[in-house]
Each structure stands twice: as structure tokens, then as C-alpha cells.
């Protein structure tokens, strides 16, 4: 029975990963029918964060040291959404109202920021600012010279391989002096030790010991779920958001400005992946490839739960997380010894990690059979709805 | 001109059948073999996607499963690869006895022909109804798709006393008529017999893009709902197309397994299946021409960056999947055929050819007309 427990322990805490992650994609989706394929990169840039806050915390030592997580906390939800805005401003923008393209777009962004962490060196650094800094520069410069040209955009697209080149070229070059070389990290998977006070146990229930980091991380996710209910049914930009998620076109009519709402919620979205991977970063060591982990069972969730409603999203979750560890630790075969043989061949099946994400996959697929727009549907008069 | 035109698709060809094998020495013609093989996937997908609007994540599905198909069946009627029980030697690393039911139609030759694009069919068909039935579109659909392909992905990955697992199957060791699979001959043979497919997977998507079937697809795929009013019932229309193509999948699947010499999960990986919508992407989806330029230009580009640069590809790849949506949402073929090239003559000056008065485009102050207009109206 305590197995059991701690099992089911196991499954909230990664069900609660999985809810943070999930409520940011599924706020996104429901607001701009965006799907972001990127998010999963996003956690793994809230990991990569929590990462460098450590190792900057490192040399204080001491009380300091410990002190290090909450600020981590912070600092990767405000950097995953400031590159979250960031993406939602250049890219996102120009793709609104084509939801698979925005996937393709979405997907190449991952492949970049996933290359980007294995092999970001300071030479590397130096030769991406380098080209940005003169496209931007020649680009303006050119922009002056032939405006209303007609040749001005194939111009300063040449101009842009031009300098992507150079800064290629310098970038190879700065990697013949030694110390810019080095990688920053590295293609293999980065460890985090959690402070002391979240190591060890948080107390008992009963004979059953209380793992502090995972009630800290259901403790986190509830927070947090609780802060994002309050903003959005309680905050101006939370009634903004949810206009426009209900309806797009009568929000902009009344001036809500939906440009706004679009780059707010995308940054919001991101910043609580940002969070999830800090959190996850406590369950084990990460690597650039986190996200692929995750971003299915996230797009699962969004799809189990339905859009535009928490509560489907929670509860989704949740049944995913749970069930996943509860099946594939096999530990329902050490609770109930005496199961008929047929059973437990099935059961014994089924105890992998992946076997059991098989198993929770044939279930929704199945789910959606009877449930077709997922537990809590939008309800609405189109005829998509 | 309109000889040429109607003679090109016998010069390429011909160009593919002779002249290639000719000049490339045999690792690069094996490379040109597996982008014609990968050339076939791209046409399915340009079929549901391009022409459906289905844009399915779960292609690598039927892709290996063919390839798989192609592998037991080598495995199988090899000696060398025979352990003493006569199975397989891998199976003796998990202590397997008996060979599993499922291998058992992989004995024979014509069958297994016929699984390699059967079985995927089949599964297609399943799993299409099973979503198309409940009117789930869009990104759900490449979702759903998406979930199915780790299913899979995770079952084969996970199986090491059925399948062996992450290992994969290796077909290049094993033997077809005497002969060593991985041989240059035996791969020139694949070569060809790739290359005579190509075309004819190409026309068997022009026959279902082609009138009335292909006139509901183009409905389904810009107003599914009208067509639904009208009285058509999309479920079949859909339901068909997605069989045709994991059909083709499961071909191409087998035809790559052979050139490349394993077959393992890898294939099914998201990552490898959503690569397989670029490369359509970057031909240009909705015309049949453009998936297979696609293919082979992305990957062909693919060899050429990872030999050169390998850590480079990712940079590369991601880029091209922004600019390709962003700004060439036609693809290369679209980008063509839409005029693009003389925009592009056009606005360095060189007037395009018109019935009328050519100069007229190029001037000032006609261009600068439907500007000032347009910004009267803001």
C-alpha cells in the first residue's frame, strides 16, 4: 500500500509538471488556435535557466546558495516569456489564421533553439550578434537608400544570407582562440541539485513519508494554477484575453487591442513552460532533447481536457499523469497479488515507461471516440463547435 | 517548346535511368536511390495534405512498417542470419523459441510484396475512419496522428523479443537471390526498380487528384463544411485518401529500407515524420511535381550540410521550415509556376513579357498609383 502511495505521489508530481506545461499551451491554443510545437523547448530553456542560476549561486555558498531556486523560479519564467514575446512578435504574427503552417514554423523554431543549447559557445555568441547587428544596420541602410524599390525585399533578403555568412565565418574564426570555444553546455544532459531544504522528507503521513520535492512541485503547480485562474477571471488582461478567445472579431470591434492580448498571452503561455522545466529539473537530470519528452503528452492533455476550460485541463492532466506512472511502475501488480493470470500478463505488459505511455495514448484515442471535442467541449454555435 | 514539354518527363527518366548511374560512383547513386524512395512518401503526403488539407504527423508510421515488412522478410530467408532454431539469431539474445505469429506470412516472397503496402493500407484505414468518423480536423487531427505515431513508436521501440527493438532490423547483411543485399549490383537493381516506381506512384496520384475525386478533395480541403451542405458525405473522400497514402508510405518505407540497410524506430520518430511534410512544403504542395523535387533537393541538401557541417543541419533545417512558411508558402514548383520568377525579373527591371505594353509595368509612376490608393483608404 505504501508503494502504492508513493506511486501515486510520483504520478501528481509529474501530473503537476505536466498541468503547468499543458495550461500554457492551452491557453495559447485557446486564444490564437495557435499549436506551439516549440513549447516543449521552452521548458527546456526554464531548465537551461534554473541551470546557470545555479552555477551563478554556486561560488556564495552558504544560506545564499539555497536561496538560489526561488530565484530561478522567477528568472525562467520572465526569460522563457520575453522569448516567447519575442517569437509571438516576429514570427507567429505573420502566420495568424494558418494553424498548420504556424505548427511547421513552430517546429523549425524547436529544431533551432535545440541546436542552439547543444552548441552555443561564446564564438558562437559573439558571430550571432555579430550578423544580427549588421543585417540590422545594412538592412535600415538599405531600406533609406532604394525605398519603395521594387527590388528592396529580394536586396536585403540577399543582404541578410550575406551577413548570416559572416557572422558564420566569425564565428568559426573566434572558435580558434581556446576560451571562446568551449561550449556552454554541451549536448549531454545537465544535472541540478536541489537545495537541502527541498531534499529529504517534508513529514509523514502515517507510515508513508512525505518526498519534499514532490510536494513542492504539486504545491508550485497548484499555486501557480490558482494565480493564472485568478488573472484570468479576475485582471484586466484577463478579460482581455478571454474576449478574444471567445470571439476575435467582436473584441477588436470594441477595441480591445487583440495584437496586444496575442503577444501578452504567448509570453504568458511560455513563461509557465519556463517554470514547468524548473520543475522538472528537480525530477532528474535534463538534456536539449526535454521537450520531445514532454510535448505530446501536453498536446495530449490539451486534446483530452478540450479548449478554452481549465478545469479539463487540470482534471486531463492529472488522469494522464497518474495513470502513466501508475501503470508503468507495474506497481498495481504488488498491490493486488491475486489478479487472474490473464490480467496480469496484460498488466505485466503494459509496466514499461513507454508501454504504458502506448497504453495511455489507446486510451484517449479511444476516449475521443464517445467524446470528440474532449471532456469540457466549448459549447458554441458554429458548426466547427 | 510543347515537344520538349511533352517529352521531359521521358528525358528525366531516362536521365534517372541511365545517365545518373553512369556518372555517380555507387554511394551517391544509393543516396539518389533513397530521395526517389523518400520522393514517394512526399507524394502521399502532398495527397492528404496538399490536396486534402489533412496534414498528418503520423506518415512515419506506414513508412516503417513497410520497411519493416521488407526486413523480416530477409531476415527470414537468409542462412547466414538463421540461429539453430532457424529463426533469426537475434531472438536467441532474449531467449525467443518460437518465432512470433506475425513473422510467419514473411516466409513468402509474393506476400510479403503485398503486406509492404497492404498492412500499412489497412492500418490507415483504421485509424482514418476511426478519426475522420467523429469530424476530427485540423490540428487535432495532426495531433491525434502525431499520438498515434508514438504509440507506435514506443511498441516497436520497446518490443526487443518481437521486433529486437531499438536495434532495428539490418537488411544490408542479409541475402535476396544468392546475393548480398548491401552489394553495389543488388543496389543498382534497388536503384532502378526505385526509380521506375516513382512514376508510377506519381500517376497514381494524378488519377485520384484528377476529376471528380480529386474535385471533392480540393472541396474537403477549402470549405468541408460547404461540401458537407451540399449534401457529399467527406468521411469516405477522406477515409480513401489517407489509405492511398499510407499505402504509398509503406512502399516507400520498404524501397528506402533496402537502399539504406536497416530499418529500425527511429523511423517513427516525430521528428522524421514532421521532416517528411517539409520537404513537400519546400516542392510545393498541391501540385504533384513539386513533392518530388521537394525530397530530393531538401535532402540532397541534407547530405551536402552534414558532411560538410553536422551540426550545422539543425540550424539549416529549422531555418528552412520558417523561411519555407513564411515567405515561399508555394514551394519551389508553386513559386514557378505562380510567376515568382518574373516578379523577381520584373522588379530588377527586366519586363516581363506581355501582350500589351511591356513598359508600363516599369513605370514610376504607374507603380506608385495603387500605393497613394491604398493609402487613401487608411
Redesign the interface.
Known sequence: MELFFSQILDGLSIASVLLLAATGLAIVFGLMGVINLAHGEFMMLGAYVTFVVQNLFKPMGGILFELYFPVALVLSFIVTALVGVLLERTLIRRLYGRPLETLLATWGVSLILIQLVRSVSTAMLLGILLAIALGWIGSRFLKLKFTDKPFLPYISGLYWLLTSLIGIAAANFLSSIRPLASTWFGPRNIDVTAPKWLQGSWGKIGDIGLPGIRIFIILLSAVLLLATLWFLSKSVWGLRMRAVTQNRQMSNCLGIPTDRVDSFTFGLGSGLAGVAGCAITLLGSVGPNLGAAYIVSCFMVIVLGGVGNLTGTVLASLLLGIIQSVIGSGSLLTVFPNLPPAVSGVVEFFATTSMSLVLVFIFIIAFLQFRPNGMFPQKGRSVDA | MKLFRRLLPWILLATALFILPAFLDDFRLNLFGRYFALAITALAIDLIWGYTGL?SLGQGIFFALGGYGVAMNLMLNTKSEAGAKGIPKFFENYGVEQLPFFWQPFWSAPLTLVAIWLVPAIIAGVVGY?IF????K???F???T???L??FY??F??QQKLINGTNGLKTSTTELFGMLVGSPDMQLWFYRITVLLLPIAFLICRYFTSGRFGDALIAIRDDE?RLRFTGYNPVPFKTIVFIVAGALCGLSGALYTIQSGIVSPQYMT??MS?EM??WV?VGGRGTLVGPIIGAVVVNYLRSLVSEALP?MW??V??????F???LM?DGIYGWFSKGGFAK?L????VAPRTATYPQLDLDENV??EP?SIAHGRD
Open positions: 496534414l476511426l468518423r467523429n469530424r476530427i485540423g490540428v487535432y495532426s495531433i491525434i502525431q499520438a498515434a508514438m504509440v514506443h511498441f521501440n520497446g463544411q516525430i521528428a514532421i511534410v517539409i512544403a551540426e539543425l540550424f533545417q529549422g531555418a528552412l521550415f520558417i519555407v512558411v513564411v508558402p523577381l520584373a522588379a530588377f527591371g507603380r506608385a500605393k
